[in-house]
Each structure stands twice: as C-alpha cells, then as structure tokens.
C-alpha cells in the first residue's frame, strides 16, 4: 500500500483516487475549491463530474496545498493542462525530494511549448516525474471497466514500481521509456478528436473519419519523431489506442466538441455546451507551432486551428484538404 496524493479533482483525478482506494491505497485528493470538497465529502459522489461513482470516506478530500502532499509517497498530477505550471508552482513548497509526481494531464504549454513532463520538472527538480498515458476515459475507470494504459519514465526501475503499485485486475499497466513519445501522443490525439468530430458533425461517414484517424495518425507520428520520440510508441496504447478511444467515443469531450462545431456552433457555445475542459482546444495551437519549429507536415492540425480560431468553415477546410497537392501515403 502506497500513501498517493491526486492534485485535481476533475473526472480523471476522481477516478483514479477512487480506483486506487478500491485496491489498498490510502488515497487524498486536492481541490481547489471549499465548496466542491465539501459537496463530494457530503454526497459520497463528485455529482458534476463523475455522478454515480461512489467515493468512500476514507478518501481525504482537501483544499491545502501542504495538507494534501505531506505524507504522500506518490503525487498524481491531474489538472487541466493550462493549469499544471501554476499549481506545480503552489505546490513546490511542499514537495520533498523523494516524492514521485505522475503526470496523467494530456496536453502541451502554449507559451513555452514545452511538454507537460517538463514543466513539471521545471517547478519540481528534486522530484522524479512519470507519466501515465493511454485509452483510458474516466467514465469507466471510475467505475471498474477493464481498462489498460502506459506508464513512461526514463527510469525503467520508477516505471515498473508504479506498473506495480497501480495495476490490478481493472486496471493493466505497461511500462515504457519514451516520455516525448507518449505526451505528444496524448496531447495530439486530442486535436484529431476535434476533427473526428467535426466530420460526425457535419453529417460525414465512416470513410471520412477513418481516414482522418489515419492520417490523423501519420501527423502525430512525424512531430514525435522529429522531436525525439520513438516511432513504435506511436503504435502502441498511448498512440494508436488513445486515439482510437477519443475519436469514437461518447465519453470523449473532444469528440463532442467537434460534433458541434460542425453542427455550426461558435467555440464559446461549445465550450460551454461541453461544461468541461476541451484539451485539443488547449492543444492545438501549441501544435501548430511545433510542427513549423521542426519543420513538420500537419494539414488537419493547420485545419483544426483554422476552424477554431479563424473562423473557418468545417465544410471548407474538409474540401481543402481533400483538394490538396496528392502525394504518396507516408
């Protein structure tokens, strides 16, 4: 039994201090808000974004920073990731040099373009940083669905004493080393949700989304590799499986979002429609500029920033990019 902290207590935060409670863990989770913790103490359930996935007392629910990671051996960091550097920086008073912090956000760093795992690292060098990855919707974590998933870290020896601890028979992990790998493609399936969406949106086919998963695919894997990661990660549960998961699902936010932006919805009607936080909207900005720092092909992301930010027609950037120069598949 490990002594685990999970700063955030959205969907994905929630789940996973309820799965790991469930299997021996002593478990505290950290809210920003009084009124959300105390809600979640009372009902014995986060009603807005988990609603019937009991939470049992013995989780702590807590809102101080110091509280909340003062004995924990292991620290899940599960926020937004336009918020990770800010609550990393609140944080970092606390933390102690053998602590372990596991990244489970899915994004990138507007600004910096940095991945999560680095800033992570920036706020808290004392302490190793792993990252969990995979096809894995808080929905049916949280409930006990068979679900399996990545643990990455250049540490092999880290990666497989957390593979230890957190797998059990609802939830298989595997371990891997190529960090850059798995958090681009965690944070870039996001962005081909958005359009897997946007095609369902606009009433398109089967066809249309598997090629976009497709090619979707061929992008993520180009940027990875032009930034370090390892081709074969991209075909494994924190590529290929994450995507497929978030491009299909009804449990996807982004997929929702897509839907209806193609329906014709401004991003302010569908952000507030989806009344949760929309990584690939986060993302994709992020990613376009990576893609031009390394020199990198990315239609459907250039496609994706053009509908979200320019205003674009969905319709328009489809015919686009069916109308581009043809080329061989690579």
Same mark, same amino acid.
């Given at each position: 039994m490990k002594k685990i902290s999970v700063i955030g207590s959205g969907s994905w935060g929630t789940a996973l201090a309820?799965?790991?409670?469930?299997?021996?863990?002593?478990?505290?989770?950290?809210?920003?808000?009084?009124?959300?913790?105390?809600r979640i103490r009372e009902d014995g359930e986060h009603k807005e974004f988990l609603p019937g996935v009991?939470?049992?007392?013995?989780?702590?629910?807590?809102?101080?920073?110091?509280?909340?990671?003062?004995? $924990?051996?292991?620290?899940?960091?599960?926020?937004?990731? =336009?918020?990770?550097? &800010?609550? @990393?920086?609140?944080?970092?008073?606390?933390?102690?040099?053998?602590?372990?912090?596991v990244n489970v956000a899915k994004g990138l760093e507007d600004g910096s373009l940095k991945t999560l795992a680095e800033v992570i690292k920036e706020c808290a060098p004392e302490c190793d940083v792993a990252v969990l990855s995979g096809p894995s919707h808080a929905e049916e974590v949280g409930r006990g669905i068979p679900t399996a998933a990545v643990i990455a870290s250049e540490n092999e020896e880290l990666a497989k004493m957390i593979q230890h601890e957190f797998s059990n028979p609802v939830f298989r992990l595997y371990t891997n080393t190529d960090v850059i790998g798995v958090e681009i493609g965690a944070a870039?399936?996001?962005?081909i949700a958005l359009a897997?969406?946007?095609?369902?949106?606009?009433?398109?086919?089967?066809?249309?989304?598997? $090629?976009?998963?497709?090619?979707?695919?061929?992008?993520? =894997?180009?940027?990875? &590799?032009? @930034?370090?990661?390892?081709?074969n990660t991209f075909f494994?549960?924190?590529?290929?499986?994450?995507?497929?998961v978030t491009c299909t699902s009804m449990h996807s936010r982004n997929r929702r979002a897509g839907i209806l932006l193609g329906q014709g919805k401004s991003l302010d009607e569908t952000l507030k429609e989806v009344h949760m936080v929309v990584e690939g909207v986060n993302t994709a900005q992020a990613a376009l500029k990576l893609a031009k720092k390394h020199n990198v092909s990315m239609p459907i992301t250039e496609a994706i920033n053009g509908v979200l930010f320019d205003g674009k027609d969905p319709r328009k950037a489809v015919y686009d990019l069916?109308?581009?120069?043809k080329i061989s598949e690579a």
């Open positions: 309820v799965m790991l409670d469930k299997y021996g863990h002593d478990v505290t989770v950290w809210s920003w808000q009084e009124e959300e913790a105390r009991p939470i049992r007392k013995e989780i702590k629910i807590v809102t101080s920073p110091e509280e909340a990671v003062r004995d $924990a051996e292991i620290i899940i960091a599960a926020v937004p990731s =336009k918020f990770v550097r &800010v609550n @990393m920086e609140k944080f970092a008073p606390y933390f102690k040099k053998e602590q372990i912090i870039m399936k996001n962005i897997a969406g946007m095609s369902d949106g606009l009433g398109y086919g089967d066809n249309t989304k598997a $090629a976009l998963m497709t090619r979707g695919m061929a992008e993520i =894997k180009r940027l990875g &590799v032009a @930034m370090g990661g390892q081709e494994g549960l924190s590529g290929i499986g994450d995507l497929i069916m109308m581009r120069d």
